[in-house]
T-cell receptor
Framework: DTEVTQTPKHLVMGMTNKKSLKCEQH?????MYWYKQKAKKPPELMFV???????INESVPSRFSPECPNSSLLNLHLHALQPEDSALYLC?????????????????FGEGSRLTVL | AQSVSQHNHHVILSEAASLELGCNYS??????LFWYVQYPGQHLQLLLK??????LVKGIKGFEAEFIKSKFSFNLRKPSVQWSDTAEYFC???????????????FGTGTQLKVEL
């Protein structure tokens, strides 16, 4: 079992809805990530939080809004999404963030939230 | 351009066959290397990793990988596959900051392995 917990596992929403994806880790990691994964494709980095501050935004549209309330929690707020945003959204954590000398790049992934936008 | 390449996109094997999946990267300098596996409908799991030391690393479920620095390769191997190894396999590299990677994990395009009974 993964130590990164994501809820909900499945979400169906309309283009005018507002919803949120949640992620939690209790490994004391100081970096948390959102990835997007389309079918049969590799995960694509969306956001990185380092010490609860947004450190990387990979030019993600503003209809995706991340939030890191504390070191254990990471949210992704969704609003006015498009059908092409349907994907598996993966949360991950690592002991150290990108650019941190001790960072090895190893990520611990959650099971993902499968999002369908109608 | 800096990249991670997995040349085998789809591999079909019979049970007990040997497996080798290729992974090449184009970053210079020291890199950390990973293989992740994603079973159908499941999350990404770390199969094995290489940071330094012995270039032949062993992972879970009988998998191993060999880092060959001169070839910029980190190929995944298993002597005898099982039906339960059917999954998507991703090679990933943590490039050094000097190349602009910013220590961001970069994934290859993945290899879909199907093992037939």
């Amino acid at each position: 079992d993964t130590e990164v917990t994501q809820t909900p596992k499945h979400l169906v929403m309309g283009m005018t809805n507002k919803k949120s994806l949640k992620c939690e880790q209790h490994m004391g990691h100081r970096a948390m990530y959102w990835y997007k994964q389309k079918a049969k494709k590799p995960p694509e980095l969306m956001f990185v939080y380092s010490y609860e501050k947004l450190s990387i935004n990979e030019s993600v549209p503003s209809r995706f809004s991340p939030e890191c309330p504390n070191s254990s929690l990471l949210n992704l707020h969704l609003h006015a999404l498009q059908p092409e945003d349907s994907a598996l959204y993966l949360c991950a954590s690592s002991p150290g963030p990108p650019g941190f000398a001790a960072n090895t790049g190893e990520l611990f992934f959650g099971e993902g939230s499968r999002l369908t936008v109608l | 351009a800096q990249s991670v390449s997995q040349h085998n996109h789809h591999v079909i094997l019979s049970e007990a066959a040997s497996l080798e999946l290729g992974c090449n990267y184009s970053y210079g300098g020291t890199v950390n290397l990973f293989w992740y596996v994603q079973y159908p409908g499941q999350h990404l799991q770390l199969l094995l990793k290489y940071f330094s030391g012995d270039p032949l690393v062993k992972g879970i479920k009988g998998f191993e990988a060999e880092f060959i620095k001169s070839k910029f390769s980190f190929n995944l191997r298993k002597p005898s596959v099982q039906w339960s190894d059917t999954a998507e396999y991703f090679c990933a590299v943590n490039p050094p900051p000097i190349t602009g990677g910013g220590n961001k994990l970069t994934f290859g395009t993945g290899t879909q392995l199907k093992v037939e009974l």
